[in-house]
Nanobody, 116 residues
Framework: QVQLVESGGGLVQAGGSLRLSCAAS????????IGWFRQAPGKEREFVAR????????VYADSVKGRFTISRDNAKNTVYLQMSDLKPEDTARYYC?????????WGQGTLVTVSS
């Protein structure tokens, strides 16, 4: 079973920065692309960014392009989402999952709240 644990969320002022972490098993880390997703209150879960292990190539949603950076630390089996210039509309619960996402791999996520 795919297992991932998110952390790093919190309350931040607009314009600030925050780094989220996604800890995965070595098997998951080495065999799957990892994606970040988010769900705001009253909205559907949406794609944020993903990173491919073999080449570390990245893809971003237009809404976060230029502000967010996804990266991975192979030694720690961890994927990060560095978020900068945060906006109130970034407020959401953030989840990581394999990409394409697996239904049974969704966890509790980590809540990011951006105040204006």
């Amino acid at each position: 079973q795919v297992q991932l644990v998110e952390s790093g969320g919190g309350l931040v002022q607009a314009g600030g920065s925050l780094r989220l972490s996604c800890a995965a098993s070595r098997r998951t880390f080495n065999n799957y692309a990892i994606g970040w997703f988010r769900q705001a209150p009253g909205k559907e879960r949406e794609f944020v960014a993903r990173i491919v292990y073999t080449s570390s190539s990245t893809v971003y949603a237009d809404s976060v392009k230029g502000r967010f950076t996804i990266s991975r630390d192979n030694a720690k089996n961890t994927v990060y989402l560095q978020m900068s210039d945060l906006k109130p509309e970034d407020t959401a619960r953030y989840y990581c999952n394999v990409y394409p996402p697996a239904r049974d791999a969704w966890g509790q996520g980590t809540l990011v709240t951006v105040s204006s």
